[in-house]
C-alpha cells in the first residue's frame, strides 16, 4: 500500500472518530438538557406536578417516567395547543388546565419549542417507571381477578398489550398507572372529552364499558408492576 493512502486512511478512521464521539457527546447533552427542562433546577417545573423524575406525581395526576417517547412528545404538544382537555377538577377547571397555564404565556404563546419537547420526552422515557402504588385498604384479589377479565373482554390488549405492560408503538403503557388517572382517561376517552391524537381508535372498544366496569380495570391495571417485568 502506498504511504499516501495509508495516511488518508489513517486521518478517515481519525475523522470517523471524531463524529462518533461527538454524536454520542450529542446524545449525552440532549439527555441532561432533557433533566434541565423537567426540573427541579432551572427548567419548566415539570417536577412540581409530576414528581422526582416523574414518578410521584402529586394527586391524581400521571406518573410519566418510562411513558412511550413518541406518546410524551404528542401529549405535551396536545396540551399546549389545546387540542387536549380533560373532564372537570375539584376547581370545576379542565384538567389539563394547569400544565397548559405552565407550558404557555397568557398572550398563547408557546414557552417550549420542538427540540425541547424532544428532549424532555427522550429523558422521561429513559427514566425507571413507578412501582404500584398500594391502596390503603388492599383490594379483593377476586376483584382485581374480574378487572383481568374485563380487560380481556374489551380487548384492550389489543393495543396496549397484555397487561398494559406491550402498547403498539406511540400508544401509552397503562400498567402501575395511577388508578384514579386511569378512570378520568378511560372515561373522557369513552365520553369524547378526550379526542387528541388517535383516541379515536379506542373509542369503540369502551364505549360499552360502564363506570363500574372500568373503576375495576383501573385498580387491576394499577398493581401491575412494570419495573418487575
Ligand atoms: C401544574 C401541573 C403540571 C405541570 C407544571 C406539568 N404538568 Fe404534565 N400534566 C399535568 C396533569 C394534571 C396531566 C393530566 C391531565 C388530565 O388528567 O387530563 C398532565 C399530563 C401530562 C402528560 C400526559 C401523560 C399521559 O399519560 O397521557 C405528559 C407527557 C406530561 N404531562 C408532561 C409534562 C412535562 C414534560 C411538563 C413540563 C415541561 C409538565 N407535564 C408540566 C400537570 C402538570
Ligand atoms: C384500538 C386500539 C386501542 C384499544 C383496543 C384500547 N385503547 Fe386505550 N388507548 C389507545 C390509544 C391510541 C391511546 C392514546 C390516545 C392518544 O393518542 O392520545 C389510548 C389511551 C388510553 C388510556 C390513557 C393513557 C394515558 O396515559 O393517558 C387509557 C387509560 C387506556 N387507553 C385504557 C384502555 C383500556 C382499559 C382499554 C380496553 C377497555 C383500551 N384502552 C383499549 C388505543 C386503544
Known sequence: MNRTIARLMALTLIAIGLVTVSVGMAVAADKDAGKSIYGPRGGYGCIACHGI????????????????????????????????????????????????????????????????????????????????????????????????????????KNCHGNDGLKPLKGYPFIAGQKRDYLIAQMKDIRDKVRKNGKSGVMVGFVKKASDEDIEVIAEYLSQINRAAK
Do not use: F
Request: aromatic share 6%; with cysteine.
Open 53 to 156: 423524575n416523574g414518578k410521584r406525581a402529586i394527586q391524581d395526576y400521571p406518573n410519566i417516567a418510562g411513558q412511550d417517547k413518541k406518546y410524551i412528545e404528542q401529549q405535551i404538544k396536545d396540551i399546549m395547543n389545546g387540542k387536549r382537555v380533560g373532564s372537570p377538577n375539584a376547581e370545576g377547571k379542565p384538567r389539563t388546565e394547569g400544565m397548559k397555564g405552565s407550558l404557555v404565556t397568557p398572550q398563547g404563546k408557546p414557552r417550549m419549542d420542538n427540540a425541547q419537547i424532544k428532549q424532555v420526552a427522550a429523558w422521561l422515557a429513559g427514566q425507571e417507571p413507578a412501582a404500584p402504588k398500594a391502596p390503603e385498604t388492599p383490594y379483593d384479589p377476586a376483584r382485581l381477578e374480574n378487572g383481568k377479565g374485563l380487560y380481556k373482554k374489551y380487548n384492550c
